[in-house]
């Protein structure tokens, strides 16, 4: 067999009747890819590296072989990380050749490609395989480059993504073996197992191998493994960055200090990086989708644009393994996991604050409705005041009408949810109070969360 044969073998081993172990099943993302199968078009699988995306890839092919009565001969998977691949001077072409030519030269089949961004060109491959209806097409990518490319405007309106994330709360719980049901009295009953599985939770993530992983050491072993493979594979090699040193003392004072605002001003001044490379930067790190930029809510873009920004991070895990953490950081921690738990149910969060009162929202979001949800994150019992003036705050500006321009707009009242550790209720200021294992356990479909 040829060296490319030889690799195609090893890496599709339904070929020779053998079906990988998949794992356990995530619903969620399923609910849509087997909608997604039947279409037709490209379906692509984006996020951040070792968020489990290899794995529903595999999970897809046990679909279609097994569910689907697809011949395996049919599908052909390609890890594009694989050095082996990479030594190929034109791997897609050569791996399609050999392919049609020594296992299955049909036009019925279908093409997987794992981490396709590590292939130079791979647009005008994808864009050739489907407008000549060579195969059905699912891909995966761990950055924004994905769509950012020129995928999007190659293929406008032939591709359906799906965005995967380390596990949810609910996900974390299945992978521990913790049966729960989502009735309030079964909540009820098992809310101190719960809280417990929160507080793992909160300071251990939650990528899918290291939440197997019952061993502290190994946990973070996984984790700082995870960290170098997603700064040099996904920031270095695709941005090409020289200056890989100022990128670690970047990336490094934004792990130990997410949640908080910043300027880039102020960065250049302690870091001693120019305003550019640290802009850059950021967006590098955002399409590695390890780091979120979060803007001040305004109607204005300049004012978003003016006032200081704040940094969230994907994951607490892979925060903790790699940055100083303390003791005092689990509230920062709570509000991360919101942040990212937002972001999971499709919503854009944005940050406020009154200035000179020091009054804040930890984030404002538009709901399903149009009208607009004020979140603080205290992941306390012990309520303060500051926790309750700021969403007061908030609403009091933004509720019924926004003055824009010359225009009024209406928004309706302002949804006020104060995020805590086992407090539940309403405040006469109407501030719904919800604990936040509660909160991650049961959203709400229509927006309203």
């Given at each position: 067999m040829s060296k490319c044969l030889d690799l195609l073998v090893s890496l599709n081993p339904w070929w020779r009747g053998e079906m990988l172990k998949t794992g356990i099943i995530r619903e969620k993302y399923f609910l849509k890819i087997r909608k997604y199968l039947d279409t037709g078009e490209i379906l692509v699988l984006n996020g951040v590296r070792r968020s489990g995306k290899t794995t529903i890839l595999f999970q897809t092919v046990d679909e279609l072989v097994l569910k689907r009565g697809v011949s395996p001969e049919k599908i052909l998977f390609v890890n594009c990380d694989d050095p082996l691949l990479l030594e190929f001077e034109n791997p897609l072409e050569t791996v399609i050749d050999t392919y049609r030519k020594d296992v299955y030269a049909g036009d019925d089949a279908w093409l997987i490609l794992d981490e396709v961004q590590s292939i130079d060109g791979w647009e005008r491959w994808i864009k050739s395989y489907y407008d000549r209806k060579m195969f059905k097409i699912i891909i995966s990518g761990s950055s924004s480059y994905l769509m950012d490319s020129g995928l999007s405007a190659l293929l406008s309106g032939r591709y359906l993504p799906v965005s995967v994330y380390p596990l949810d709360f609910s996900e974390y719980?299945?992978?521990?073996?913790?049966?729960?049901?989502?009735?309030?009295?079964?909540?009820?009953?098992d809310k101190y197992k719960i809280m417990n599985y929160l507080s793992d939770y909160l300071k251990s993530g939650g990528f899918p191998q290291v939440v197997l992983q019952d061993d502290d050491e190994m946990r973070n072993d996984y984790l700082r493994v995870y960290y170098d493979s997603i700064v040099y594979r996904d920031i270095v090699r695709i941005q090409n960055v020289r200056n890989q040193k100022a990128l670690s003392s970047l990336l490094m004072y934004f792990f130990s200090n997410f949640t908080s605002v910043y300027s880039y001003k102020n960065l250049s001044d302690v870091l001693q990086i120019d305003n550019n490379t640290i802009h850059d930067y950021i967006h590098f790190a955002e399409m590695a989708k390890i780091l979120f930029e979060v803007r001040y809510f305004s109607y204005s873009l300049k004012a978003q644009e003016r006032n200081?920004?704040?940094?969230?991070?994907?994951?607490?895990?892979?925060?903790?393994?790699?940055?100083?953490?303390?003791s005092k950081d689990v509230g920062r921690l709570a509000e991360n996991?919101?942040?990212?738990?937002?972001?999971?149910?499709?919503?854009?969060?944005y940050y406020w604050k009154k200035p000179g009162t020091g009054k804040e929202a930890d984030f404002v979001i538009k709901k399903r409705d149009g009208s607009l949800q004020a979140?603080?994150?205290?992941?306390?019992?012990?309520?303060?005041?500051?926790?309750?003036?700021?969403?007061i705050e908030f609403s009091g500006e933004f509720s019924e009408k926004c003055q824009i321009?010359?225009?009024?707009?209406?928004?309706?009242?302002?949804?006020?949810?104060?995020?805590?550790?086992?407090?539940?209720?309403?405040?006469?200021?109407?501030?719904?109070?919800?604990?936040?294992?509660?909160?991650?356990?049961?959203?709400?479909?229509?927006?309203?969360?």
């Open positions: 719980l299945m992978f521990k073996g913790f049966d729960y049901s989502d009735t309030p009295v079964a909540l009820a009953s200081q920004k704040k940094i969230y991070c994907i994951d607490n895990g892979l925060r903790n393994s790699v940055s100083f953490a303390f996991l919101v942040f990212v738990e937002l972001m999971r149910r499709g919503f854009s969060p979140i603080n994150v205290t992941y306390t019992d012990d309520i303060k005041e500051r926790e309750t003036a700021g969403l321009g010359q225009s009024s707009v209406f928004t309706g009242a302002v949804d006020m949810l104060l995020l805590t550790k086992d407090t539940e209720g309403e405040l006469d200021d109407g501030i719904r109070m919800v604990p936040l294992w509660k909160w991650l356990l049961s959203p709400d479909s229509s927006g309203s969360v």
